[in-house]
């Protein structure tokens, strides 16, 4: 016997993020969307020039998923702060109560109505500096030339000229335990 879902209802729980306007963008990412529309949607409202109603530019933007979708909601806020750049993060992780009711194709079979409690994830982007004492605050990210050359020369980052622990590995020859010719 094949179940088919009929409705899907999520709890509608306030933002686990204190202190947000009413008014602010919320993306909304599902397992379905497609990331290239939410992204252009997102960064054009957020760039210098877009503006809303009252002539002035959105400041912040909201993304949130749950389930199959928070890791989507991770990659389109990822991408949105490489594209727009020096945009403050507060992250937040919780748990939503869905509700689904599913039914039967025959007739006599009773539906089913299932509680079910997912992991969700709420992350703002603000251009605007937010309370770095805030759990789950990121900073605006500040990767500059020098900053990779100062890595590279702490050895974070392997340029393509480095060798590898591999090839600089010595051979051991296992009869006599000698160093082997390469």
């Not at 959105?58 to 993304?63: G, I, M, P």
């Not at 991408?79 to 039914?103: A, C, D, F, M, P």
């Not at 109505?113 to 500096?129: F, G, H, N, W, Y």
């Not at 974070?156 to 006599?176: G, V």
Request: aromatic letters at 4%; glycine letters at 6%; charged letters at 25%.
């Amino acid at each position: 016997m094949e179940m088919q879902r009929i409705s899907r209802t999520e709890d509608c729980s306030p933002f686990p993020i204190p202190g947000l306007a009413a008014d602010i963008l919320h993306m909304r990412v599902k397992e379905g969307s497609k990331i290239r529309n939410l992204l252009r949607f997102a960064t054009a409202r957020m760039q210098a020039e877009a503006r809303d109603s009252n002539g002035t530019s959105l400041r912040q933007v909201v993304f949130s998923g749950s389930g199959r979708g928070v890791t989507k909601t991770i990659t389109c806020v990822e991408i949105l702060k490489r594209k727009v750049g020096g945009l403050h993060q507060v992250s937040k992780l919780y748990y939503k109560t869905v509700n689904e009711v599913w039914e039967s194709p025959q007739q006599e079979a009773p539906g089913i109505t299932m509680e079910r409690t997912v992991p969700a994830i709420c992350i703002l982007l603000s251009k605007d500096p937010l309370d770095p004492w805030e759990s789950g605050y990121q900073p605006p990210q500040t990767l500059s030339s020098s900053t990779e050359d100062a890595e590279r020369r702490g050895g974070l980052l392997r340029t393509a000229q480095s060798p590898t622990s591999q090839q600089t590995a010595k051979r051991l020859c296992l009869d006599d335990w000698s160093v082997c010719p390469p």
